[in-house]
């Protein structure tokens, strides 16, 4: 199955059952302290990862990147979580809306807050501040791998983001995650019907083998 079909797939999906798919998996990516800046927004695409550090003696840019980011890819940006200066603001957000850019996470901060909320743009942080990253941080590596919370993201690696938070899914995982979080779901699914018919929760849960669902399997 092609990139493309998996994105298409999991946009179907919400991030609690990709999370408990990939529990059961044994495989991290959960990105903890990622949360919407407008609540309601989502997205599902693939990561452009972006790498910043601090300055030195010489300044290096901050934003270019922006203009190599495909339609449908997700900003992905390791700013080793700073708090202190952002790395992303209006300027950025006008772009990556018009562009067609899936969404943005970044560990650490955003700012222009109002832009973001009227575009409903889909980005995810863990904060805001006002301050720039202009000679504060740089951009030095672009698609390398980066760290968003302790969790390695890979240019091409699959993200889903929506209000529970964001989930980053290895490329080379993406079918059996896929799979798995599909069976998870139908269950959940069943639990809520039982549920609504009248059923106790106890016995929803029991008939579903709810209790196993996230257990992780016997390698």
């Known amino acids: 199955m092609s990139v493309k079909h998996f994105v298409s797939e999991f946009a179907k999906l919400d991030t609690p059952s990709i999370s408990d798919a990939m529990d059961k998996l044994s495989i991290p990516g959960g990105l903890l302290g990622i949360k919407p800046v407008v609540p309601g927004t989502s997205f599902c695409g693939t990561a452009f990862t972006v790498h910043y550090t601090a300055c030195g003696a010489v300044a290096g840019t901050v934003g270019d990147f922006l203009d190599d980011v495909q339609q449908g890819e997700v900003v992905v940006i390791d700013n080793a979580g700073r708090d202190y200066c952002t790395v992303w603001g209006d300027l950025m957000t006008i772009t990556a809306a018009r562009n067609g850019v899936a969404g943005t996470v970044i560990d650490g901060v955003c700012r222009d807050i109002p832009v973001i909320r009227e575009r409903k743009y889909p980005i995810f942080t863990k904060g805001t501040y006002m301050v720039t990253g202009k000679d504060r941080v740089y951009v030095d590596a672009v698609n390398e791998p980066v760290s968003i919370s302790g969790i ?49 929760l106890k016995e929803a849960r029991g008939k579903a083998g709810y209790h196993s669902l996230q257990t992780a399997e016997k390698k």
């Not at 290895?170 to 809520?192: F, M, R, S």
């Open 152 to 200: 390695q993201v890979k240019q091409g690696d699959i993200l889903l983001g929506d209000d529970s938070g964001v989930i980053a899914i290895p490329q080379e995982y993406a079918e059996k995650v896929l799979a798995t979080a599909k069976e998870i779901a139908v269950k959940e699914a069943g639990i809520e019907k039982a549920l609504h018919e009248g059923a106790t």
